[in-house]
């Protein structure tokens, strides 16, 4: 069977620079929109406290988030070719080091805005969960033969809001979400080299 990443003419290989540049554009962007939502809009910022147990809370989620994507992967095979579509477009130009800002900037900038903001101003119940999960969703949607990793990251956004409802804690998502990109692209990393291992 062909590899459908590397016959996709879709597919443009980014260089480092490209991808770390347009990481960080995107978190400033939603950092910014953040602000300025709660600077002139009626948002309610969705309280952070650093507590021992929102970072036990947000590790156990994140890596239970990690697991259910390994599932889901492995199951789901037009998942499985979104995915690797999308990991192989953002992870193979970047290093180890860089995997770092994969999960802090997304992690971060996108908590504050679509759990942070968004659900406590639309509401701070079920309806504001499945509102923001799916902006989130489409938020990761590239392509439209992206569907389902656009389904996929709305279940997640789902988790992470369900998370910060039940703790009110910022916190809680936002680590799940680092742990979450931080883990997972380590694995595709280090799969994708075991690969190339074998290939010699």
Request: charged share 10%.
């Amino acid at each position: 069977m062909s590899d459908p990443l590397h016959t996709d003419p879709e597919l443009a290989p980014l260089t480092r620079t490209q991808v770390l540049i347009a990481m960080g554009v995107t978190a400033l962007v939603l950092l910014l929109i953040s602000k300025l939502w709660i600077q002139f809009g009626s948002a309610i910022l969705l309280p952070f406290r650093w507590t021992s147990s929102g970072i036990l809370i947000g590790l156990g989620l994140g890596l239970a988030i990690t697991l259910a994507s390994s599932l889901v992967y492995s199951l789901w095979e037009a998942y499985r070719q979104s995915a690797d579509y999308y990991l192989e477009l953002v992870l193979r130009p970047l290093v180890l080091p860089d995997l770092i800002w994969l999960g802090l900037l997304p992690g971060l900038s996108e908590e504050l805005l679509f759990r942070g903001v968004m659900l406590p101003t639309f509401g701070y119940d079920a309806t504001a969960i499945a509102f923001s999960s799916l902006c989130f969703g489409v938020l990761h949607l590239s392509s439209l033969k992206q569907w389902p990793y656009v389904i996929w990251a709305t279940i997640v956004g789902a988790a992470l809001g369900t998370s910060a409802l039940y703790t009110n804690n910022l916190l809680v998502p936002m680590t799940a979400h680092v742990v979450t990109n931080f883990v997972s692209s380590c694995l595709w990393k280090w799969e994708e080299f075991r690969k190339s291992e074998l290939k010699r």
